[in-house]
């Protein structure tokens, strides 16, 4: 329960956690430690250096983008709950993001650490997938954006290279024709998800856009296209599809048959819960 | 010298809402936790734990850990191997040929779980001992392992202790009347084969040890996270060869164990192996997740009971069978645990035949030893779960049955051959029902399924006895019990106005402190804050049995009342001399004596006794008093708990919708202490219906190796509890106490889990394992369908 040894540096700005990450090899960011810190005391990652990214504070913050609201990489999961800008605009984020773990975590962990550390069981990841929205990362070479849809690889894997710094992620502001809902299936109030599900539905009377994101039904968040393009054709019973093509794991908290089965349901009473109007 | 009983004024302290004393410094953090402690020189110990369930071990190389800077010392098994003059201990073999293989603090040849220790490192840091264990070099040979206790007894199992030949550890018989003919002439048989999911108790406190020697004299102090200090000094001065004299074992804040700290512990033993042999303290701390391997676990059982009923659902007889997982080693108590409920499998009913066996089975994983409820949560469950088969199967209400079956006339010698002290199970389940509204729910109940809700809702009883307060010491000496049940008090009453008060059960949470101030106030007029409660160092209060088997106040409270009979006739005879008059003609009442003409306060008594100017010939100087108490039975609290569920048919979600107990503990000291332990032992027991379960795949790898895979629930997961109480008191005690440690633990799994299935009774489903996941309750549903 205690790490192996590390060395450890706080980074004063983006621009200085770049260069810090450059300087040595296997270097890891710190933001919340939420996901991090409990995967270096059971030591399955040994990091040779961490680079504090946690005092940052100009990478905390919820803005005004347009038609997009913007979320600093560095706004923890309480700050999200409770920004005004989303519950008006995205309430699905500050929802699911009050959904997170417990209180303690919600204090800590960050939206950038959720989204950058890759865990397909995360709450996050797909809800940005849902509302495809995307994130700015800047490294060596300058600031980028990727696309929800491209960020996210594989377990713990994505998009980011091993120098590159997410600082901000942007979600589209929702209209009164949307609806949305997330079902977060879970043992325990403060375990991850056994199943999640995001459904962001469009659509006055007849459905124009339909976005269903799942959590922890394969090796990334996923959408359940199959059910996405039987809602806007019209079908009776879309959710039947919601496990197309996911491959669920199978774990002491449900089989792959179950999560199978169980994300049906979920899809299902998440679209009643959306349909909007 | 006889005494005459000490008239009690319950009510003015005893019995009152008094808030612990021990909470101010809990909460400011002043408590004093073994890990905090630093003494001078002190080193760390880390242990390198096997991977495998079971593997030879062929080689250990600790050199490599030698060369850390940091480090201090690194031993194999082999190299400490004459430090240990013998096995750690296992005080209870409860057949004449038990088998109870070598159980040594490092295994040398083989090792047998995962978590099994092989090596130990010693380092400046603790950060450096766990850093350095890494570097130690074990080559293994892994081999077949096994799990369930159950195919570890079948022909060709691997053999978890080769040289035993068989991994059966016991089989132990209860057998009491005509049980066969009582089968055969029975109109009704219904049958029920359980599983006791095995269960880590993940005390909040992990386990440390701190020894500190010292050498010149051979003298070794120990504080250990303990719930048994003078039972740890007696068997590791026998592991040691270290003179009992010599050791000085120190519990000090404990932070909850639930059984899991009622142990002697190979890393006890190591520290006091290593701090002899290198002249310098030595310190451990458990990891959580190091815990969850080397601490021992519980239940772990399969089990099958048979009822002989009649038409009406009459019970005359109950037979059970248990299989029951020993883990890899017999622990302090291991085998013993199953047969704490040996004599509940007919639970609070009258039956006349009674026959029980039980089977220990040694597996490749984490010893198993006492848990919450020990042998009570087992056969509750067994009994309450086939009572509702009864119900069932006749097409009768589960009220119905066991208010037809409970026993009725106190005390009561039991079929099993016991005899239940006192009791009133009408009045308990009549205040269950009808706080629930059990007429209202049914109605509630019916309507769901008549509008073809998803969400069906379900009721469940669990109508319970148990037997606690251990114990007579005769009759742990008939079962084979390696100690007595005996427990002790002293009463000092300084001369300036306060009082000790030593007890020998060491609290680890449960509040002694308080309630133990609580009897000592109302027996000696003194207040509560002027009563200074020690315990738990076996230099102060060097003998006693400890706290668990909810037997403290039973047996130590108890002892504390007749210590302060002692105090209050000595004082008398003081009191008489002072008044001039004769002791018969002298009252006692709370505090003060009164004669003919004046009266005088035993707190004044206490500064004369001191001074001794002034004494009756005869009469010693002080005014203090010990008493040893041995219980002449068990205590058996009882009571009616009841549940309400909402099951999800689409997702197999459970959800406890209300949870009413009422409990009958005998005399209730402190009702808040009292209440609290009985919302601990809910959650405990909801714990085990619905959430956790020690989980081993095939090779013997534990998959819920932490808190984030081994469920235990928190607040936001659990109902609000509705409690109620009745009081019959122990006849056998003059405190009229009984024991309420456990009782919410062994009640609550059978009520969950009877209301799970009444809810699914409908859609077809009998019974579902624990914990009733959501993937068990859906597959139930499932297989009921086909
Ligand atoms: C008890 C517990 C319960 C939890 N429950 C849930 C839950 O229910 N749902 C859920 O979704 N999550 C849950 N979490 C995880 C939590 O949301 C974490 O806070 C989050 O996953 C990571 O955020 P962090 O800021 O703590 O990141 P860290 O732990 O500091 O970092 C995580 C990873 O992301 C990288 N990283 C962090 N920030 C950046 C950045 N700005 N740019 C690039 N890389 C970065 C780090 O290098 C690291 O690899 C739980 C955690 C705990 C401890």
């Known amino acids: 329960m205690i790490p192996a040894p590390f060395d450890y540096e706080v980074a004063e700005s983006v621009e200085h956690a770049v260069e810090l990450l450059g300087g040595r090899e296997d270097a890891k960011l710190l933001a919340g430690g939420h996901s991090l810190l409990p995967v270096l005391r059971l030591r399955f990652a040994r990091p040779a250096l961490l680079v504090d990214i946690g005092r940052i504070e100009a990478l905390s913050y919820v803005r005004d983008a347009g038609d997009r609201i913007a979320i600093g990489a560095l706004t923890r999961h309480h700050d999200v709950v409770g920004a005004a800008l989303l519950q008006e605009h995205c309430p699905l984020v500050p929802y699911a993001a009050g959904l997170i773990g417990d209180p303690q975590v919600r204090h800590r962990g960050t939206i950038g650490g959720s989204l950058a550390h890759g865990d397909p069981a995360g709450d996050l990841p797909a809800v940005l997938l849902a509302l495809d929205g995307e994130v700015d990362v800047v490294g060596p070479e300058g600031t980028r954006t990727i696309a929800a849809a491209e960020l996210f690889r594989g377990p713990f894997e994505t998009a980011l290279g091993p120098q590159e710094v997410m600082t901000e992620v942007r979600v589209p502001k929702l209209t009164g024709d949307h609806g949305w809902s997330y079902l977060k299936f879970r043992r325990r109030s403060m375990d991850w998800a056994t199943v999640g599900v995001v459904a962001v539905v469009k659509g006055n009377g007849s459905i124009e856009e339909a976005a269903v994101g799942l959590v922890s039904m394969g090796a990334t968040p996923l959408r359940a296209r199959a059910t996405e393009q039987a809602l806007l054709a019209g079908e009776s019973d879309p959710a039947a599809l919601a496990d197309d093509g996911t491959d669920p794991p199978s774990d002491t908290n449900g089989s792959a048959e179950y999560r199978r089965h169980l994300v049906r349901v979920l899809v299902r009473r998440a679209l009643e819960e959306a349909r909007p109007g | ?786």
């Open chain 2, 1 to 786: 010298m006889m005494v005459a009983p000490i008239e009690l004024e319950i009510g003015e302290a005893i019995g009152a809402p008094v808030e612990r004393k021990e909470d101010h410094k809990l909460l400011v953090g002043q408590a004093q936790w073994v890990d905090n402690m630093r003494v001078p020189g002190m080193a760390y110990m880390a242990v390198v734990r096997s991977p495998y369930a079971h593997a030879r071990i062929t080689r250990v190389d600790v050199a490599p850990a030698l060369a850390h800077a940091d480090v201090v010392a690194a031993y194999s098994a082999a190299d400490l191997q004459e430090e240990w003059a013998g096995s750690l201990p296992c005080a209870w073999l409860p057949t004449e040929d038990t088998k109870a293989p070598p159980h040594l603090p490092l295994a040398a040849d083989k090792a047998r779980y995962v978590g099994d220790g092989v090596a130990v490192v010693v380092a400046s840091s603790r950060a450096a001992a766990e850093d350095a264990a890494e570097l130690v070099e074990v080559e293994y040979e892994p081999l077949p392992a096994i799990v369930d206790p159950e195919a570890a007894l079948a022909e060709g199992a691997p053999l978890v202790h080769d040289e035993l030949g068989t991994n059966r550890c016991y089989t132990w018989r209860l057998d009491a009347g005509e049980v066969d003919a009582l089968f055969d002439e029975a109109e009704v048989i219904v049958r029920g084969r359980f599983r006791q999911n095995r269960l880590i108790p993940t005390a909040i406190e992990p386990r440390a040890v701190l020894v500190q020697p010292l050498p010149a004299n051979g003298e070794f102090t120990m504080w250990s996270t303990t719930q048994v200090p003078h039972i740890a000094r007696v068997t590791l001065s026998g592991v040691l060869g270290i003179p009992e004299a010599k050791l000085r074992v120190i519990a000090p804040d404990v932070g909850g164990g639930f059984g899991s700290k009622l142990n002697v512990y190979a890393e006890e033993a190591l520290a006091l192996g290593l701090a002899r042999r290198l002249g310098r303290a030595i310190k451990w701390t458990e990891g959580r997740s190091e815990g969850y391997l080397a601490t021992i676990h519980g239940r772990d059982q399969w089990q099958e009971i048979e009822l002989a009923a009649n038409a009406d659902g009459k019970i005359s007889a109950v037979r059970a069978r248990v299989v029951a997982a020993m883990g890899a080693y017999l622990q302090l108590v291991t085998p013993g645990i199953p047969l704490l409920g040996a004599w509940l499998y007919a639970g609070a009913y009258d039956v006349q035949g009674y026959s029980f066996e039980c089977t220990g089975v040694f597996t490749h994983t984490t010893p198993t030893d006492a848990y919450r409820g020990a042998g009570r949560p087992e056969a509750t469950y067994a009994i309450e779960r086939a009572v509702d088969a009864l119900a069932a199967k006749l097409g009768k209400d589960p009220v119905e049955v066991r208010r037809l079956n409970f026993i009725r006339e106190f005390p009561n010698a039991i079929a099993a051959g016991l005899t239940i002290d006192s009791g009133d199970y009408d009045a308990g389940l009549d205040l269950a029902l009808g706080t629930a509204g059990y007429k209202e729910l049914r109605t509630e109940q019916a309507e769901r399924r008549a509008k073809g809700d998803p969400k069906r809702l379900g009721i469940g009883l669990s109508t319970y006895v148990e037997m606690c307060g251990l114990a007579p010491s005769k009759i742990l000496g008939a079962i084979r019990y390696s100690a007595g049940g005996w427990d002790t008090a002293t009463i000092r009453c300084l001369p300036t106005g306060t009082v000790q008060v030593l007890t020998g059960v060491s609290p680890h949470g449960q509040g002694h402190e308080t309630t133990w101030s609580q009897i000592a106030a109302d027996l000696l007029g003194y207040d509560v804050d002027e009563i200074e409660v020690l315990h738990g160092d076996t230099a102060v209060v060097p003998l006693g049995m400890d706290t668990y088997g909810s037997r403290s106040l039973a047996v130590g409270g108890v002892a504390l009342y007749f210590a302060a009979e002692r105090i209050v006739a000595k004082a008398r005879l003081i009191a008489a001399h002072k008044l001039g008059v004769e002791p018969s003609q002298v009252d006692y009442v709370r505090g003060r004596f009164t004669g003919p003409e004046d009266s005088i306060a035993l707190k004044d008594i206490a500064l004369a006794a001191w001074t001794a100017h002034d004494l009756p010939d005869g009469v010693e100087p002080g005014l203090e008093a010990s008493f040893v108490y041995d219980p002449p039975n068990f205590s058996w609290p009882s009571g009616a708990h009841l549940a309400v569920v909402e099951v999800d048919t689409e997702t197999g979600n459970v959800e406890v919708l209300r949870y009413i107990a009422v409990d009958d503990v005998g005399t209730v000291v402190n009702p808040l202490i009292v209440d609290g332990q009985i919302h601990g032992g809910i959650a405990q027991g909801i714990a085990q219906a619905l959430f956790e379960e020690a989980v081993y795949d095939d090779d013997g790898n534990l998959l819920t190796g932490n808190m984030v895979s081994y469920l235990v629930p928190s607040a936001p997961d659990l109902p609000s509890y509705e409690l109620d109480r009745t009081e019959t008191p122990s006849p056998t005690n003059p405190l009229g106490v009984k024991g309420v440690g456990e009782t919410g633990a062994i009640a609550s799994p059978a009520a969950v889990i009877n209301a799970v299935c009444d809810a699914l009774a409908a859609d077809g489903v009998t019974d579902i394992q624990m914990p009733a996941t959501p993937e068990r309750v859906w597959r139930a549903l499932e297989e009921a369908k086909r």
